[in-house]
């Protein structure tokens, strides 16, 4: 049975996407901490981040790395902050978070409750910013 996320990356659930290649998919998170709150995986479907060969994670992170620059210029914050906790969904997966402070990394915090539209206002500005 296929993830939620490989189900994602196969287009049988909708999201909000910002970027793709042949390896990597990189979403909005639904249940952000913040504006930006972007989430980052292989199209692999592998559970655990570290299980990945050492050439794929790296390769992972410099995508990474490209996502997390356009979130900065489209929600100007001091850091993206990066978190990989992987015990919600079986697929491996990077957050990038926009932060101001650390505290802005907790996940107790509440999330925000975002409309479409506000979705849609988020995905626009950072693909705007990865061009």
């Known amino acids: 049975m296929a993830t939620i996320f ?70 100007p914050c001091l850091k993206v902050g990066q978190a990989v906790l992987g015990l919600e969904v079986p697929h491996a997966h990077i957050h990038l978070v926009p932060m101001q402070s650390e505290k802005d990394m907790l996940f107790s915090n509440p999330k925000l409750q975002l409309s479409p539209e506000e979705f849609a206002e988020v995905q626009r500005k950072i693909v705007e910013a990865m061009e």
């Open 6 to 75: 490989s189900r994602i990356v196969a287009g049988e659930i909708p999201c909000y996407k910002i970027a793709e290649d042949e390896r990597f998919f990189a979403f909005l998170d639904i249940n952000p901490l913040a504006k930006g709150h972007t989430l980052v995986i292989p199209k692999q479907e592998v559970d655990y981040l570290f299980d990945l060969d050492d050439e794929v994670l790296g390769a992972m992170q410099v995508f990474a790395k490209r996502v997390a620059v356009a979130i900065k210029k489209a929600f």
